[in-house]
């Protein structure tokens, strides 16, 4: 019985061994900076699809065997048939983050990823400075930070994050042309807080936005 469970473990294993290989090439530092707890999540994932699938193998094989679907090697391609079907999302989704972070984007990122900095507090975060609008929007794409006009230059921001409860911090300067409007903030509700204040450096507006929550 072993021995005949050890071509479908094996099935298994290879697979689960190829996507985790997938998934260690498109986490990068981008990934684990700004989208944190993605690849434990992602292993969780394959763990989940290789136990589902490890059920639902041995529920097919025994059901084969019923019908006296004896020809094993049919049983095998069908096994691998079935394990490729399932992962196939995990294969297509992995392949597109290979290709948009390890080629399309790879320079852009690791570019962008020379600006970022950990935060040095007891809290976890990042901190960059002297962000051009693309690199700042392209970071917009993995977290929630607050917009910015497209006629913002020399952006800078620092978050962090207590990690266990919601707490959190956030502060955004940038410039803007001197002409532009900028709206004033100061809003307050129970334990959130966000402001927004300008002042004038030689020809540029320079907007300072915080936001809190404690």
């Known amino acids: 019985m072993i021995k005949k469970s050890f ?20 986490v990068d530092d981008y990934e684990l900076t700004f989208n ?4 434990f999540y992602e292993l969780l994932q394959l763990i989940g699809l290789s136990i589902v699938l490890l059920f639902l193998l041995r529920i097919m094989v025994a059901v ?22 399932l992962s196939s999302r995990f294969y297509i989704q992995y392949t597109k983050r290979i290709c948009h972070n390890n080629h399309a984007y790879k320079k852009f990122r690791k570019e962008l990823m020379q600006k970022v900095k950990p935060i040095k507090s007891g809290w976890e975060g990042s901190q960059a400075n002297n962000l051009c609008l693309e690199e700042y929007q392209y970071i917009l794409q993995t977290k929630s930070f607050p917009k910015i006009p497209n006629n913002a ?10 990690g266990f409860l919601p707490d959190y911090s ?23 807080s966000k402001t927004q204040t300008f002042e004038i450096i030689e020809n540029v507006k320079r907007v300072t936005y915080t936001e809190f929550l404690w």
């Open 64 to 85: 084969m065997r019923v019908l006296k679907f004896n020809a094993k090697q049919s049983r095998i391609i069908t096994s691998i048939a079935v394990t490729l079907l």
């Open 170 to 192: 956030f502060s955004l300067i940038y410039d803007v042309p001197i002409a532009s409007n900028v709206e004033i903030i100061d809003y307050k509700k129970n334990t959130f």
């Open 153 to 162: 230059r020399n952006i800078s921001y620092e978050y962090e994050y207590e």
């Open 36 to 39: 944190q707890g993605i690849y």
């Open 7 to 26: 071509k479908y473990l094996l099935i298994i294993s290879v697979n689960f061994i190829v996507l985790v290989i997938l998934l260690e090439t498109w």
